[in-house]
């Protein structure tokens, strides 16, 4: 099966520091595999698909390289960056694109539907609670434009804004995130509301809203 049955990695013992493509550590207070396997609820299903929809910038039911992209020059048009930092933006998002999409070695025109991708991340549980980590990372770099190991109000808003969230829900979530409430986002902060989007079944959950509200 395409998609994250094709993502390979190393196996991290538990209560390890991960380390990320960027050489920077997150030590969590829970790990992946400490929570109950997923059994697919409906709630959770609703939680994958709004991951989906967002991701899928030009809204043509498929997960895209092309989608990635774009979702760059929004973020890049939205901060005003730089030639530089777009550029610097992009090598981010690529790397975040082969890790969804099963590697750099999958075929330019890969495309995962929104089944396929509820199913994979389903399916293969094990192998996306050893990788999940690394990619929250990688969203984690994407959104902190300026590197300075936080995300703040205005990055946040460029998150949302670059994947088509409604910017106007990003306070809300970033007071969420913002669990030592010092008015920004550190990487354990958002790594550890990432990994409780993805695997907790629990309706109750503060970080539901992660993605924005979720799709019907």
Aim: proline letters at 4%.
């Amino acid at each position: 099966m395409a998609g994250f049955a094709r993502i390979l990695t190393k196996y991290f013992p538990k209560g390890m520091w991960y380390r990320n493509f960027t050489q920077k550590t997150v030590n969590l207070k829970r790990n992946p595999w400490d929570y109950p396997a997923i059994k697919g609820s409906e709630h959770w299903r609703r939680k994958i698909r709004t991951v989906f929809r967002a991701r899928d910038t030009d809204g043509d039911g498929y997960l895209t390289k092309k989608d990635y992209e774009l979702s760059v020059h929004r973020v890049s048009s939205y901060m005003n960056l730089n030639e530089k930092q777009t550029s610097e933006l992009l090598k981010r998002k690529m790397y975040s694109w082969e890790k969804a999409s099963g590697g750099s070695k999958s075929s330019p025109d890969f495309r995962l539907s929104e089944d396929e991708y509820v199913c994979n991340v389903l399916v293969h549980y094990p192998v996306v609670s050893r990788t999940i980590v690394d990619i929250a990372c990688c969203d984690f770099d994407s959104i902190d434009i300026d590197g300075d190991g936080f995300i703040s109000p205005q990055e946040h808003k460029a998150f949302f804004y670059g994947w088509g969230i409604p910017v106007k829900h990003s306070a809300d979530v970033f007071k969420v995130l913002d669990t030592d409430g010092d008015g920004k986002i550190s990487r354990e902060e958002f790594v550890e509301g990432f990994v409780e989007y993805f695997f907790s079944e629990d309706e109750n959950s503060p970080y539901t809203c992660f993605f924005g509200p979720l799709v019907s």
